[in-house]
């Protein structure tokens, strides 16, 4: 596979052959140039709700074949954002070369799969189950925060006695597990490099982590429906850099005045080749200088959360990222959720123990720095997950029918 980046005449001819040959682009315009790409729809997930997977595929493939090989497999995604969708996930994707081979590991390492059932991306029969030859699964089908007492030590175990080198999880679930760990008076075998994914990592999960593994912290950043291609990867900085030749992003405006979106294109995806598609994600696409990374000529992402997940104040909105960075940072505050209603915003807690009145006194100055007309810190043992098993840390009251208390 040519690791070349997708720009400019590199892009357009890939797109253009892309929607020659997918049924599903059958109607969009044909062109060339800039003006042309930059014209076409912005695709979002609406507009793949109620599509046949087939209909991203060359109609010349033999879909059975493919998926006995093992060259594609079924995927549902997890349902985060809106209804599960049926997609066909390309297993022959390479990661970018030297991904862990910058953190001085193999291409083989054994590598342990910690996040929601929904999101594991293949069938896991119980919590525990190996995956490949150097692989293994873990979850909690109770959900995080009810998981057992036994149950967290089945999993410490399978994960002690498994030795990952890679522990590749979503932020949250690690964190919780580290957490009731500890107070069950175990500890986690040490991965070499840890990689972040499946939701925003906040900045509490990846002190507890830090303070827990020494280890690397990276993120991997996609989405199911792309299909398996990975959109950006960490770097040994700790920078998310575009995976540039399997994807090329655009910063365009979003319905937040000052907020861009963030819209991908990967048209050398074997199964759900996306021309200009928005996962519904804020962010910021830079570049760095050239002391900053090995990867200093990649572009990078800054992702500021999702479109959906805004906070509320009387005057505009405030990002994931930015409520995040504002509340992140005060000593024993471990989780939060927060949610806001009519310009004020209530904050679930889960704190250390002996921490409350200094959590809620920072937690309620920084809400109102933020320009909410109140702030109700509220403490708790357990949050509940969305429906994907994901932690939402921010979110409108009203979009997502939560009770204020």
Known sequence: MEF???????????????????????????????????????LRREDLSGVEPTRWLPPELDVAEALASGQLR???????????????????????????AMHGLPDDAKLVNLTAPVCLGTHCPGDIAPHGPNGLLLTFRAGLFRASDESIRRAVQAWNEFEPEIAFVNPA???????????????????????LTYQYPSRCQRRAIARAFDAPQIEFYGASEFGGTDLAIGCEAGHLHLVEY????????SEHPGHDELVFTTPLSRSMPLVRYAPGDLGVVDTLGEDACSLW??????????????LRTESGVVTTRAFDDAVSEVEGLEFYAARSRAGAVTVQCIVERGTEAQVERAVTSAGLALGFTAVKVVFVERLELGASGKLQLTGEDERHGLEVR
């Open 246 to 253: 399997q994807a090329a992003v655009e910063q365009v405006p």
């Open 297 to 310: 000529s990649v572009p990078v992402l800054e992702l500021d959360g999702r479109v959906a997940d805004v």
């Open 4 to 42: 070349e980046p997708l720009i400019g005449q590199r892009l357009l001819v890939a797109v253009q052959e892309t929607l020659a040959r997918i049924p599903f682009y059958a109607s969009y315009p044909r062109g060339a140039g800039a003006d042309w790409f930059s014209s076409l729809p912005v």
């Open 74 to 100: 079924p995927l549902t995604t997890s349902g985060s954002t809106d209804e599960p969708l049926k997609v066909y996930a390309d297993t022959q994707l390479p990661l970018p070369p030297n991904v862990w």
């Open 173 to 195: 679930w690690l964190h919780w597990v580290v957490r009731r760990a500890r107070g069950l008076g175990l500890e986690l075998f040490a991965p070499r490099l840890i990689c």
